[in-house]
């Protein structure tokens, strides 16, 4: 079985420019979140969709970051303009969880490591 | 809100040394834990999970028990190795019951390094 797919994996910016990142989740995983994994932190959710609908962003600054999930599959995470402090890695995971009170594993991508200079 | 405490770090041991990581947390309701594995260059990993208190989830090697009444899920193992050297999180969400849909909160890591 295949695995969270990220790309790219490494990406290097000046600030404000736009950036945007993929994800495709393991097939058949209807639900898909978007980590931002700070330098020394753990994870913090941004967003998170249940198959193409949003079900939480309450942590996605969005003046400046934009997600979507087209037909419930693939996902892209946006940011325009760029900030020094947006620089971290971006994680993206996929469960198979089809409601609330999940407790199913999440499986992770390898991540997205952005530099904003 | 839920928060999740780990230990300060970094870890180094020495191989066939005991481990401990210690995790706490601040959560409503049962919540289920986690600890993720994150080995060098490469994505996180789940490494095992309790879901009810008093369960006890384990592999390779690794346990940890779900304890309700010190709020705590702290890692163990018997023995490491080299190859145990890695970034561990724990990390909680709502579990069964909840209003999120596995959202995960995670502690700030802990890095393990173990010599030979």
């Known amino acids: 079985e295949a695995g969270v797919a990220q790309s790219p994996r490494y990406k290097i910016i000046e600030k404000r420019q736009s950036v945007a990142f993929w994800c495709n989740p393991i097939?058949?995983?209807?639900?898909l979140y978007w980590y931002q994994q700070i330098l020394g932190q753990g994870p913090k959710l941004l967003i998170q969709?249940?198959?193409?609908?949003?079900?939480?962003d309450s942590q996605l600054p969005k003046d400046r970051f934009s997600a979507e999930r087209l037909k419930g599959v693939d996902s892209t995470l946006k940011i325009q303009p760029a900030k020094l402090e947006d620089s971290a890695v971006y994680l993206c995971?996929?469960?198979?969880?089809?409601?609330?009170?999940?407790?199913?594993?999440?499986?992770f991508g390898p991540g997205t490591r952005l530099t904003v200079l | 809100g839920n928060s999740v405490t780990q230990m300060e770090g970094p870890v180094t041991l020495s191989e066939e040394a005991f481990l401990t990581i210690n995790c706490t947390y601040t959560a409503t309701g049962y919540p289920s834990l986690f600890w993720y594995v994150q080995y060098p260059g490469e994505g996180l990993q789940l490494l095992l999970k309790?879901?009810?208190?008093?369960d006890k989830g384990s592999n390779k090697g690794f346990e940890a028990t779900y304890r309700k009444e010190t709020t705590s899920f702290h890692l163990e193992k018997g023995s490491v190795q080299v190859s145990d050297s890695a970034v561990y999180f724990c990390a909680l969400s709502d579990g069964a019951g909840g209003t999120s849909y596995g959202k995960l909160t995670f502690g700030q890591g802990t890095i393990l390094t173990v010599h030979p």
């Open positions: 995971a996929s469960s198979s969880s089809t409601g609330q009170g999940s407790t199913d594993t999440q499986y």
């Open positions: 309790a879901t009810k208190a008093d």
């Open positions: 969709f249940q198959n193409n609908g949003v079900v939480d």
């Open positions: 097939s058949g995983h209807a639900t």
